[in-house]
């Protein structure tokens, strides 16, 4: 009986490895530019932030000589503010908001390319710990300035194909 069974469950498990060989990613973009040239306004480490990931996605089309170049002006301010306080006036949990507004430019035309303004926010709760709050803000910042690139990209990727 065993030896009629592991047969069937390495065919059945064949069929399912060969089934996932040929995955491909829902969304995926055709967007190709480089970064000619570019400007960080406000808060320098979150625009830092965003610019490294932009430009690390602007090395995969460096090889083609098609690319569009661009100019990219970063401008990102972080406002922390108090939510909620106990009765003796100590604050039990922080809202952060990023506001970026990102100002994309032909290189050779200077034409704006895209415009837009992002604004998030996370709150988060004060720790026992003074580190453990630090590394909740961190990390709340740090899921802000990855949701504002994705956004930039999907908002880049419909500005950029359709022209």
Known sequence: MKKKIYPIILIITLIFIN??????PIYT???QFKIAD???ESNQRLGRQIYSKLNSLSKFS???????????IINT??????TAKDSTGKILGY????????????YLTNKVILNQSFSYSATYNVQDQ???TKKLEN?????????IYQNLIIKMSENMLTQ
């Not at 460096?62 to 990219?72: F, G, P, T, Y």
């Not at 301010?77 to 108090?82: I, L």
């Not at 990390?139 to 990855?146: A, E, P, Q």
């Open 38 to 40: 570019y400007s960080i």
């Open 139 to 147: 990390k709340s910042t740090g899921d802000l300035i990855n949701k």
């Open 77 to 82: 301010e972080k406002d922390k503010q108090a």
């Open 62 to 72: 460096e090889d083609n000589l098609e690319v569009q170049s661009i100019n990219i």
């Open 19 to 24: 089934a996932c060989a040929e995955y491909k």
């Open 95 to 106: 809202r952060i908001i990023l506001n970026s507004n990102i100002v994309i430019k032909d």
């Open 29 to 31: 973009t055709n967007l």
């Open 130 to 132: 003074y580190s453990e």
